[in-house]
């Protein structure tokens, strides 16, 4: 199973980015997927994440300002990002829980990381 993210990039500060994660490989289903960042200097955090069953958890820096969501059909998780600010500024990682025929239990994979800059 392999994570391939997208998006990131140069923001103003004030704007949006969306950023997306697809799974790929053989897969049986997905528990969770979710969004993790790391800022220069600190520990990797979560930001949002999403079960299978569509219920979100967010952040409370993220709370009202980031909308994750998933679709299941392509193992893909999606975070919208608006209102950023410069401490949104991070590498973004997502991560889905993976169940794999002939597998027990659930496995996490990574995906590559994805910076997000957001200038003043």
């Known amino acids: 199973v392999q994570l391939q993210a997208f998006g990131g990039g140069l923001v103003q500060a004030g704007g949006s980015l969306r950023l997306s994660c697809a799974a790929s490989?053989?897969?049986?289903?997905?528990?969770?997927m979710g969004w993790f960042r790391q800022a220069p200097g600190k520990q990797r955090e979560l930001v949002a994440r999403?079960?299978?069953?569509?219920?979100?958890t967010y952040a409370d820096s993220a709370q009202g300002r980031f909308n994750i969501s998933r679709d299941m059909a392509k193992n893909t998780v999606t975070l919208e990002m608006n209102s950023l600010q410069r401490e949104d500024t991070a590498v973004y990682y997502c991560?889905?829980?993976?169940?794999?025929?002939?597998?027990?239990?659930?496995?996490?994979?990574w995906g590559q990381g994805t910076q997000v800059t957001v200038s003043s």
């Open positions: 999403v079960t299978s069953y569509g219920s979100p």
């Open positions: 991560k889905q829980a993976v169940v794999e025929p002939g597998r027990p239990g659930v496995v996490d994979y």
């Open positions: 490989g053989v897969i049986f289903g997905i528990n969770s």
